[in-house]
């Protein structure tokens, strides 16, 4: 069964939407293939990144407190920290060719995970190259391969088409799963609608 799951690593329903997913999966015991693709919440955030609380602010005004007490609160009922007083929102172009690169290796949903939890719990510049390279090689990539790649241009134009095609495909929001090339789950559903959804897949093959 192939998925094909489009997200970005500053995204909190994209790491809440994965952590349900992947608890599905950790219970289904069919063969999966998955393909992650990039999205960009936010193409215009910055390099370097800013106090997420000010960027939100800008974003949502009133609102935005409200907005990451909600937010925190259903990433905690998945074991999910969320620090919104440390993160940097950033531009996460350079993120999305890293976890392109990882790909080569299997490595790209390892590798988003990690860029998640910079983000929301460590604090880190995830527009830095610098931090990125540091999270390729904690799994165990050439952290200056992944240096020299992210300093080139290489996999730019390949990012660039893959956020045009989900935009030609539909894909207005995030995070958003597609089984077998038809189904499409916008949104981070519980854990439950995806356990469903893989039987009633794999039933229909």
Same mark, same amino acid.
């Given at each position: ?19 349900? %997913? @992947? /608890? +599905? !999966?950790? $219970? ?55 620090? %919104? @007083? /440390? +993160? !940097?929102? $950033? ?115």
């Amino acid at each position: 069964m192939r998925i094909d799951i489009w997200s970005d690593v500053v995204c909190p329903w994209c790491y809440i939407g994965v952590t349900r %997913f @992947d /608890r +599905a !999966l950790a $219970a289904f015991d069919g063969e999966v293939t998955i393909r992650l693709h990039p999205f960009q919440l936010d193409p215009d955030a910055p390099i370097p990144g800013v106090p997420a609380r000010a960027r939100y602010a800008r974003k949502f005004g009133d609102q935005a407190p409200a907005i990451l007490e909600r937010v925190t609160s259903e990433a905690a009922k998945e074991g999910l920290t969320f620090d %919104f @007083d /440390r +993160a !940097l929102t $950033a531009n996460t172009f350079d993120a999305h060719r890293a976890i392109a690169y990882a790909r080569a290796s299997k490595l790209d949903r390892d590798l988003e995970k990690l860029l998640f939890q910079a983000y929301f719990v460590d604090g880190l510049d995830v527009s830095d190259r610098t931090v990125l390279a540091d999270a390729g090689a904690l799994l165990g990539l050439d952290r200056a391969a992944l240096d020299r790649y992210l300093a080139s241009d290489e996999g730019v134009d390949e990012v660039r088409r893959e956020l045009v095609d989900g935009v030609e495909r539909g894909i207005t929001a995030v995070p958003s799963f597609v089984f077998e090339d038809e189904f499409l789950i916008p949104g981070a559903v519980d854990t439950l609608t995806f356990e469903r959804v893989l039987e009633q897949m794999r039933a229909l093959r």
